[in-house]
């Protein structure tokens, strides 16, 4: 009786060891940890946004212009303010949706994401991957305005603008990037601007660039160097980029460059995908 007892217990120990054995082989594994972004060498990351969580942009980081005034450029849209239909993330991506319907006494509504007062830097390495939405009329853009306005007129073009990423559905794969000031500016055609080619622009992500220091802006695509804009001893009337700038994200519609072949009701909605949004600037030496 003793022997059997001891047997049964021995039995019952193996079971429960053979158990926890089994349960620590299948147990579901922890959810990996994101690791954070490599920052190019001679450079470290101050800001980013991932767009992982969450279904609305972080309103710590992203604020919205909103309106339906044309925007200075007869656009079509009405920029909604935190609206689902507009802005959200989506599968890790920030979505700009630009949709056709009355909204305000615009036909087509969109979004326009700003870092003002919550992400505004002088220079830095500054980049964004994206996808661009397309048909005729759309307008995407990446792009900085200064959080001060103070100079000259005291509005635009004086206080300068830095376009990082702009796109013209009537001219697909197309990719511009410019610096506007007094003395270069595009309603007088002395911008400083330079395109490249990118032909997957809108099916596939590419990441636009900015670099900018104290005397030269560069920009790239997937590190493409293809446009620089210097200071060479220039006023502020040429370079007015000495001072903090915030970053914009939107879609247009329409307007006096996305419209100059009219615009294709039938192609909205159309979304522009932001996979990042990364800051850097130079490390310490």
């Excluded at 022997?3 to 579901?28: D, E, F, K, P, Y």
């Excluded at 969580?53 to 972080?58: A, M, V």
């Excluded at 964004?128 to 792009?143: C, D, E, H």
């Amino acid at each position: 009786m003793i022997l059997s007892n001891l047997r049964i217990r021995w039995a019952g120990l193996l079971i429960v060891v053979h158990g926890l054995l089994m349960s620590s082989c299948t147990a579901t594994p922890a959810t990996p940890v994101a690791s954070a972004p490599t920052a190019p060498a001679g450079w470290k990351l101050v800001w980013s946004d991932e767009f992982n969580e969450g279904t609305q942009p972080d309103p710590a980081k992203w604020g919205y212009d909103v309106g339906g005034n044309g925007w200075g450029n007869h656009e079509l849209q009405f920029y909604t303010e935190a609206r689902t239909d507009n802005a959200r993330l989506e599968n890790g991506h920030l979505v700009i949706e630009a949709r056709r319907e009355s909204w305000q006494g615009s036909d087509y509504t969109s979004a326009r994401l700003v870092t003002k007062n919550k992400g505004d830097w002088l220079h830095g390495r500054f980049e964004i991957r994206a996808k661009v939405p397309l048909g005729r009329g759309t307008w995407p853009a990446i792009w900085m305005l200064p959080t001060v306005w103070n100079l000259g007129n005291g509005g635009w073009p004086d206080n300068g603008e830095i376009d990082i990423m702009e796109h013209v559905g009537h001219d697909p794969g197309v990719v511009h990037a410019s610096t506007h000031s007094q003395k270069h500016q595009w309603k007088i055609k002395t911008q400083r601007t330079a395109t490249i080619a990118v032909p997957d622009a809108g099916t596939a992500f590419h990441t636009y660039a900015l670099e900018w220091d104290a005397e030269e802006i560069r920009m790239y695509v997937d590190d493409r160097h293809y446009f620089t804009s210097r200071k060479d001893g220039g006023d502020w009337t040429s370079w007015p980029f000495t001072r903090d700038f915030y970053l914009v994200l939107n879609v247009a519609v329409g307007g006096d460059w996305g419209a100059v072949k009219g615009v294709d009701a039938a192609a909205f909605p159309q979304r522009m995908e932001v996979d990042y949004v990364r800051v850097y600037q130079r490390s310490t030496p």
